[in-house]
């Protein structure tokens, strides 16, 4: 009987309880376990890690590199640590540390890579979810398709996703990779290593197009293969949680923009050993960029801008943007602020003079019921609405509410639930608290949430204004100083103007009576 081909399974696990699960899961479901072999790049704290090594599964098919995590330099740094381990198995497999599998993966995936007509096929995508430990979402086929830039210029990826057929068809070739599935022949590690030197945003379209450049072809999987954790575990631990790594981040994009032609870089630090990690041979970036329909210098999809493609999207098209990129914002930490994920601006040195004025504020306009339209993870204001009579919250981002709800569950007087301030009407209250939300928004949605404060019924508005500035539009996401006393908006001047005392900024908090809205 012929041997059968080996599978080696690449995991980068950064304090991930679930770890120990998904390997657990690996191999139970495999076909032919004896054949799957596991090497792990550990980060962990000792002494308070321990729940993450609670069950071992097959320990003489795991092999393990172990990482003091206050070491680690990020996601593509332990992957790369994680390429080190393997021993020539034929075929290898990239997943994330907190996944289930299909029944007999391993021959599914063997089978599906044959289907694919290229000398260098892999198959890749964005995974269903779970929730832990076993509750597993409906098999679906998904499609990655471009989303945007962002604003340091990274194109960032989304998905398509519908059920699986009950005879699926051969998988279908795609230009990007998910970074949490990708199989292939275990020749891509040594012809496309992982680079050490990205930390985590942008891994997939730099690996997708070096793989693209050294002549590998990326497919979809026509199958679901396994299942990945998208929930927002309390307790789960994130290098981005635990380290100041705007640095490691700054770099990252740096090197990304000059792989990618955006940009040309001199600094040492960016560029090194891009002889190594950079571009193959077998095809051009231009070719990439034909491919993918895609121009990096111009930031265009499609041969559009941004500008171009968002306007041509209903308001309702554009709401869902806004749920989606802030959902991500919130999910990766994306402002980059180690204390909270509402960014530096919601950290507590911050809003220290906030803090102190504010609740003086609130009694002088009777506030009993307040408002917070955009709570996010309500890092600020929880210091001080333990001493309102009822506080609402309210945030697009359900993975918020639901960390709020188990955070300040013990507080009878507080709740939280999922709002977009653009379309639903909020409770009547005493006072409504928007800061550092209509600052985030095109022009258009400020002012469909500015009417609907007004439909609330509440008896004043405290805002976000900066009182120099003539107002710019921007896309979901992006950030401005908005004036909310000028064009478009031409709300009239604040009763009160309660200044945050932050250098080199007019930025306060404007009191509107609601009466007063346009």
């Known amino acids: 009987m012929a041997k059968r081909p080996r599978i080696f399974v690449s995991i980068a696990s950064y304090r991930d309880t679930e770890c120990q699960w998904t390997v657990r899961d690996l191999f139970l479901k495999a076909r032919h376990p004896e054949r799957v072999f596991v090497g792990i790049c550990w980060q962990f704290v000792k002494d308070e890690d321990e729940d993450c090594f609670l069950f071992q599964t097959r320990p003489e098919q795991c092999r393990v590199i172990e990482v003091n995590a206050n070491e680690s330099l990020g996601a593509c740094w332990a992957r790369s640590k994680v390429q080190s381990l393997w021993a020539g198995e034929e075929y290898s497999l990239q997943i994330d540390s907190h996944m289930r599998f299909i029944q007999d993966w391993d021959d599914v995936l063997l089978d599906m890579l044959k289907l694919c007509p290229s000398k260098k096929p892999i198959l890749s995508s964005y995974p269903p979810g779970y929730d832990p430990p076993d509750q597993l979402a409906d098999p679906t086929v998904v499609e990655i398709i471009p989303n945007e830039y962002d604003a340091h210029g990274v194109l960032k990826l989304r998905s398509n996703a519908w059920a699986e057929p009950k005879d699926p068809p051969p998988p279908k070739r795609n230009p990007f ?16 290593p992982y680079d050490p030197y990205l930390y985590f945003h942008g891994e997939e379209i730099t690996l997708a197009v070096r793989l693209f450049t050294a002549g590998y072809d990326v497919y979809a ?9 998208y929930t927002n575990r309390r307790g789960r631990h994130r290098h981005w949680d635990d380290f100041d790594w705007k640095h490691l981040n700054d770099l990252s994009f740096s090197r990304i923009r000059h792989l990618l032609g955006m940009e040309v870089s001199s600094d040492p630090e960016v ?5 190594k990690y950079g571009l193959g041979t077998a095809r051009t970036l231009a070719e990439y960029q034909a491919f993918a329909n895609l121009d990096f210098k111009n930031r265009l999809i499609d041969g559009k801008t941004a500008e171009q493609r968002e306007a041509g999207l209903t308001l309702d098209q554009r709401r869902e943007n806004a749920r989606k990129a802030f959902g ?6 994306g402002w980059g602020a180690k204390e909270t994920k509402c960014g530096w601006g919601s950290t507590l040195a911050q809003t220290e003079v906030l803090r102190r004025k504010l609740p003086d504020l609130l009694r002088f306009l009777g506030a009993d019921i307040v408002i917070d339209a955009g709570c996010g993870d309500a890092n600020w204001i929880s210091q001080i609405s333990q001493d309102f009579r009822l506080y609402l919250g309210f945030d697009l981002v359900e993975e918020a509410i639901m960390d709020m709800r188990k ?7 507080h709740s939280f639930a999922v709002a977009d301030i653009t379309r639903d009407v909020l409770p009547k209250g005493d006072v409504i608290v928007c800061r550092d939300v209509l600052t985030h928004l095109p022009a258009d949605m400020t002012l469909e949430a500015l009417a609907r404060f007004k439909q609330s019924g509440s008896a004043y508005l405290l805002a976000t204004t900066f009182t120099d500035t003539a107002n710019s539009d921007i896309r979901i996401g992006g950030w401005y100083p908005s004036n909310l006393t000028a064009a478009p908006f031409n709300l009239p001047p604040p009763r009160i103007l309660l200044s945050e005392d932050l250098s ?3 930025k306060s908090l404007g009191v509107w009576a609601i009466a007063d809205l346009p």
Do not use: C, K, M, W
């Open 271 to 275: 560029i090194r050993e891009l002889d």
């Open 407 to 413: 955070r300040h569950n013990r507080r009878l007087s």
């Open 177 to 192: 990779i998910a970074g949490g599935l990708l199989f292939g022949r275990s020749s891509l590690i040594t012809d496309v």
């Open 504 to 506: 080199g900024t007019t």
């Open 221 to 229: 999987p026509s199958r679901t293969i396994a299942f990945h954790d």
């Open 328 to 333: 991500e914002i919130y999910r990766q930490n």
